[in-house]
């Protein structure tokens, strides 16, 4: 047998069947006998005191069923789980799912009800009387922090959840007497993750068998925090993730409707629904970023890097969510970026305000951490006029250089930022965009062209468990797979790993495909139901390839192990003599002996004649624990025309190169590129969630809250080098994160080096026209192409 | 009650409705014609967009009542059952879906822009679906499969006749 190899073909995905016919099965599709529908009161203000909830005349109201207070779960609802207590004295506040006596955020649920269709629960939340008694919003971090400031958890004393540190090598050596000291303070700005589907929870009760169905990205880790959180024994509770239209992190989460929608359907006996509404969901959705950084570089003067400390503030928002405090902390690991250097510090501080609680958003801590290096980069090229190529060449590993022991303590295993960054500057024609630059610089054209550089690497494959324990981490990071063979030779392959949208389907198939030498059309992937799928820990962090897909390599090794020994029995031969290649076992020097594998499976199934002792099954599972992370990279160039009048800026070029390691889908990774570059380029120039002076979030809706639309992005060019990652056997890294890591500093330096003339050093993100015009005006007028245009409402250039 | 006479994909309804009940609703909890999802309450994302006699309109902001006398095509009444529509093919082969939660709006929505226009250009075809948000795929795919699937579509009409 010839056939081409699966693993590195663009095979189309089998899941768009459905999708592309509406066929799909989104938990708001679920539809059960006698289903109650769900509606949560929320609170209008960013933090106050409860002083009495009234929701007797709700539950007057025409099809409503019940209605309860937060007072009315107190004894049952527990606390939502913070999973990653990431120092010993971390302050975690309790976060009852329906707030008692305080809420702490605006959109915290203070009430529910539950009522015979949509419409009559939500008319029902107009008859909920609720007293609140404001006390004063928490929004500044800085402020936060000081003595005496208003405290969000006013039984806790501080503002200040933890403090965690990391140190190495000489830090006051590398900053004595350096020649160049680089200082910035940078935002990263809340982010609404904004997944295409609302979050949505159906839960039955039969007898004392509970079923969830959610929108969510985890439903094995959801399945054992409910089980803690409510007391219902993990046996007895199966939770599915039927289709989930995207999560970016957002349904990386156990949420408090998840609960009460739990509790509520063994309360009232009957299956309840909650599909949440976009504005419900602005408010209520983790949020991410949102941090200070305060940022010193040290150098020589020929731009070689001696030090680098990172101080943080993070905001937690008003509660410790699942991995909430972890989440700013594994960029301690990725602000030194591909670049050698002496000394580093990492310091955060976890800040509580009054706001929608933060946690993982696509790259999680990476994508801050990202943006801060690569903005200093630039900043240490400007100071000393080097090319921000060369200064970042000076300064990164050397392909001869890995295995790489970082100064952030991690190994990285594989990369070849040469060869990316020489194939991005190719596609970019880089020179020939500089040299356009210079002209236009020198005719001032109102319209300027600016360069951005990111080259950038990642931690992906979350992640070796004795990594996670050595942080606190309150679980894992294996990942568990099985391949059953049934009789007639077709496989069904049962995955940990909980897709929504990333194509694990096809991709699987094809991995098990090659490994097995079956047809691709003969695999079926089953995954994302706890009763299905025993086993996992779900997808996020771009882990789902690098650890599942790994499980999967194994499990499929296993079957050929097995089948080989009933090979071996029914050729007669020594099973040490048995090949196998293309689905066909073979004896070695006897080419015209050999036994596919589907012949093999329906000799076991029969079992009439195996080998002494076996036992009739090729079925096989592996679980993988990986030993080390494993390290995407690549070259992002993005070519930006400001137009100085305006503040209006237009990608006019963006090039990414990637090295995700072997690809296993071509299509699928091309299109992981795509959707990360949109949301990167998306917090760089249109989002934020914004609140206002008395805490209320003023961007609830998708008029607000500026998720990009076709005609707000370029058309990409994406290409790749591919160094294998060599801590697994696929040779893979993972995709799902690295455009979103890399494109947010490549555009913001296109922008800043476009303004350099106009003494522009930042422009605050998002970079909307208003904020560029304002930098333009805010720099010194001997550097306006049109000296004497800096007057007028420029002159306050304020926010700049 | 106000009743509704209304036809959705070939098949015809009649229902009485509260004034207020949104097209999107009906046809989702009333109908189980789920294949239209419902991505915000502003109708900004254009995931819930249907043909009403062969227009694109946004079915979250169209009241039930509205459609009567009407007819609805949902992506559940495109293609002949069997095969796919050129739209649903090119979706498909360009990898122009990723979670798929915007993919039945999209579809529809380019529908109308390829009616309209049926040779579209890369930026028409980005202006034509400006109201329909994607958060997966960056939207290159779905351009390109976009202006394939209009190439299909002029190579043979009748295909195109067939989803009316
Ligand atoms: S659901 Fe109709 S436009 Fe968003
Ligand atoms: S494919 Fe997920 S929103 Fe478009």
Redesign the interface.
């Known amino acids: 047998m010839t056939a081409a190899p699966e693993i590195g073909s663009a095979r189309?995905?089998s899941?768009?069947?459905?999708?592309?016919?509406?066929?799909?099965n989104?938990t708001?599709?679920i539809?059960l006998p006698g289903l109650l529908h769900v509606a949560f009161l929320r609170s209008p203000v960013s933090h106050a005191r409860i002083t009495r909830v009234d929701v007797e005349a709700a539950r007057q109201r025409p099809g409503v069923v019940a209605a309860f207070s937060g007072a009315d779960f107190a004894d049952e609802q527990g606390s939502l789980p913070c999973a990653w207590p990431v120092t010993e004295d971390m302050v975690l506040p309790d976060h009852p799912p329906i707030a008692v006596d305080e809420v702490r955020y605006a959109g915290e649920p203070v009430a529910v009800v539950v009522a015979r269709?949509?419409?009559a629960a939500a008319d029902a939340l107009e008859a909920i009387d609720v007293d609140y008694e404001t006390l004063p919003a928490v929004l500044d971090m800085e402020e936060a922090i000081k003595e005496g400031a208003d405290l969000v958890h006013s039984d806790k004393g501080t503002n200040q959840s933890y403090e965690w540190v990391f140190e190495a090598g000489d830090i006051d050596a590398a900053f004595r007497d350096a020649p160049v000291v680089i200082e910035r303070r940078y935002i990263q700005q809340r982010l609404i993750p904004?997944?295409?589907?609302?979050r949505a929870v159906v839960c039955s009760v039969v007898g004392d068998e509970y079923t969830m169905w959610s929108a969510t990205q985890i439903p094995h880790i959801l399945r054992l925090m409910l089980a803690t959180v409510t007391g219902i024994p993990e046996h007895r509770l199966r939770v599915i993730a039927p289709?989930?239209?995207?999560g970016?992190g957002s349904k990386l989460q156990v949420y408090s409707e998840e609960v009460i929608c739990l509790l509520l359907a063994r309360r009232l006996g009957r299956p309840v629904k909650w599909t949440e509404?976009?504005?419900e969901g602005n408010a209520s959705v983790h949020h991410g970023r949102d941090q200070i950084q305060r940022l010193s570089l040290a150098a020589e003067a020929d731009g070689r890097i001696r030090g680098l400390k990172v101080d943080l503030l993070a905001d937690m928002g008003a509660y410790l969510m699942l991995v909430t405090p972890g989440v700013p902390l594994l960029g301690a690991f990725m602000f030194n970026g591909i670049y050698k250097m002496d000394a580093y510090t990492f310091k955060c501080a976890g800040i509580f305000t009054t706001k929608t609680p933060t946690d993982a958003y696509r790259g999680a801590g990476r994508p801050e951490a990202t943006f801060g290096i690569e903005r200093l980069m630039d900043e240490l090229a400007n100071e000393l006029s080097l090319d921000p190529l060369e200064v970042r060449r000076r300064n990164w590993i050397t392909h001869e250089e890995f295995p790489y022991d970082t100064i952030a303590g991690l190994t990285y295993d594989s990369g070849n930022y040469e060869a990316a960054t020489d194939k991005a500057t190719e596609l970019f024609d880089y020179d020939a965009l500089r040299a356009e630059q210079a002209e236009r610089r020198e005719r001032q054209d109102p319209v300027q062209l600016g360069i951005g550089v990111s080259t950038f690497t990642e931690m992906c494959g979350l992640a070796p468990s004795r990594v996670l324990g050595s942080l606190a981490y309150g679980a894992g990071g294996w990942e568990h797979a099985s391949v059953r063979v049934l009789p007639s030779g077709k496989v069904e392959v049962v995955t940990g790993s909980s897709a929504?949208?990333?194509?694990h389907e096809t991709a699987w198939a094809q991995i098990t495909a090659d490994r097995l030498g079956v047809p691709f059309e003969d695999v079926r992937v089953l995954h994302g139901d706890t009763g299905i799928s025993p086993k996992g820990m779900d997808t996020y962090g771009s882990r789902s390839l690098a650890v599942g897909g790994v499980a999967l390599y194994n499990a499929c090794d296993k079957v050929v192990e097995k089948a080989k020994r009933v090979a071996a029995h029914l050729l007669e031969a020594d099973e040490k003599d048995i090949e196998f290649a293309g689905g066909s076992f073979s004896v070695r020097g006897v080419p015209d002996q050999t036994r596919s594998i589907q012949e093999i499976s329906l000799a076991t199934f029969a079992a009439h004649d195996l080998p002494e002792g076996f036992e009739p099954s090729l079925d096989s599972d592996a679980t993988h624990d990986p030993d080390n992370f494993s390290f995407p990279h690549g070259t992002h160039l993005c070519a930006v025309e400001v137009d100085t009048e305006t503040g209006f800026a237009k990608i006019r070029s963006y090039i990414a190169v990637d090295d995700v390691g072997k690809v296993v889908n071509p299509?699928?990774v091309?299109?992981?590129v795509?959707?990360?570059?949109?949301?990167g380029i998306a917090q760089a120039l249109y989002e934020e969630a914004v609140y206002d002076a008395d805490g209320n979030l003023t961007t609830t809706?998708?008029?607000d809250y500026l998720?990009p639309?076709?005609?707000d992005?370029p058309?990409?060019t994406t290409d790749r080098t591919e160094t294998p990652a060599t801590t697994n056997p696929l040779g893979v890294k993972g995709v799902g994160e690295a455009g979103t890591i890399a494109s947010t500093p490549a555009v913001v330096n296109s922008i800043v080096d476009a303004l350099r003339p106009y003494g522009v050093a930042d422009v605050p993100m998002p970079c909307t026209p208003e904020r560029v015009w304002r930098a333009i005006r805010g720099g010194g007028p001997e550097h306006s192409p049109r000296p004497g245009a800096g007057g007028g409402l420029g002159s306050a250039g304020g926010e700049a | 009650m106000p009743r509704v006479s209304v036809e959705v994909d070939g098949v015809k309804y009649d229902d009485d409705v509260?004034p207020?009940?949104l097209l999107a609703?009906y046809l989702?909890?009333r109908l189980?014609k789920?294949?239209?999802?419902?991505?915000?309450?502003?109708s900004?994302?254009g995931?819930c967009t249907v043909l009403l006699d062969g227009m694109s309109v946004k079915s979250c902001s169209v009241l039930a009542v509205q459609a009567d006398g009407k007819d609805v095509t949902?992506?559940?009444g495109?293609?002949d059952g069997h095969g796919?529509h050129p739209l649903?093919q090119a979706?498909?082969?360009e990898?122009a879906?990723?979670?798929?939660?915007?993919?039945?709006g999209m579809?529809m929505a380019a529908l109308d822009l390829i009616r309209e226009n049926p040779d579209p250009s890369?930026q028409e075809?980005?202006?034509g679906?400006?109201?329909?948000?994607?958060?997966?795929?960056?939207?290159?795919?779905?351009?390109r499969a976009v202006r394939n699937a209009a190439g299909a579509m002029r190579q043979s009409p009748a295909q195109e006749e067939a989803t009316r």
């Not at chain 1, 899941?15 to 799909?24: R, V």
């Not at chain 1, 904004?194 to 609302?198: C, G, K, L, S």
């Not at chain 1, 795509?674 to 949301?679: D, E, R, S």
């Not at chain 2, 879906?97 to 039945?104: D, E, I, K, R, S």
Request: proline residues 3%; glycine residues 14%; hydrophobic residues 30%.
């Open positions: 189309l995905r899941e768009d069947a459905k999708l592309i016919t509406g066929q799909t989104w708001d599709n539809q269709d949509r419409y904004t997944a295409m589907e609302p289709d989930v239209g995207g970016f509404s976009r504005s929504h949208g990333q194509g299509l699928i091309e299109g992981q795509h959707g990360g570059l949109a949301q809706t998708m008029a998720v639309s076709a005609t992005l058309t990409f | 509260e207020r009940l609703h989702r909890d189980g789920v294949g239209t999802p419902i991505g915000c309450d502003t900004n994302c995931a949902t992506i559940e495109l293609g796919l649903q979706f498909h082969e990898h879906l990723q979670c798929g939660y915007c993919t039945p579809i890369d075809v980005r202006e679906l400006e109201g329909n948000l994607c958060r997966c795929t960056g939207y290159q795919n779905i351009v």
